[in-house]
């Protein structure tokens, strides 16, 4: 049971990147799956969630709303997070992470931080934002 990250890199202000969630030996259709973000010297932050497909919500922080994009592909047990108009204070390791809850229980897991309730987490992929 994991989940794997991919797409980070290095990214000009302005420009786009997607994040790929990659979950294996479970179905990811039956679990909300979140990004979070973590810079140096800061404390770990909630960018985004989607609930389990039955419900596909989706929910931003604030600093990301308008810009980033979370989609789901049930074919490939894979959830993505589409960055656009990125910007320096976006540079972070990206991680996602799941747990079977509903999309209210989800909400308060990440707005309060409550990090404990996750049950998968991926290692995590690095973005830089930088001219």
């Known amino acids: 049971v994991q989940l794997v990250e991919s797409g980070g890199g290095l990214v000009q202000p302005g420009g786009s990147l997607r994040l790929s969630c990659a979950a294996s030996g479970f179905t990811s259709d039956d679990y909300a799956i979140t990004w979070f973000r973590q810079a140096p010297g800061k404390e770990r932050e909630g960018v985004s969630f989607i609930a389990r497909s039955a419900d596909n919500s989706a929910y931003y922080t604030d600093s990301v709303k308008g810009r980033f994009t979370i989609s789901r592909d049930s074919a490939k047990n894979t959830v993505y997070l589409q960055m656009d108009s990125l910007k320096p204070e976006d540079t972070a390791v990206y991680y996602c992470?799941?747990?079977?809850?509903?999309?209210?229980?989800?909400?308060?897991?990440?707005?309060?931080?409550?990090?404990?309730?996750?049950?998968?987490w991926g290692q995590g992929t690095l973005v830089t934002v930088s001219s």
């Open positions: 992470a799941a747990a079977s809850l509903s999309f209210d229980l989800f909400v308060t897991v990440f707005k309060e931080r409550r990090y404990r309730y996750l049950e998968v």
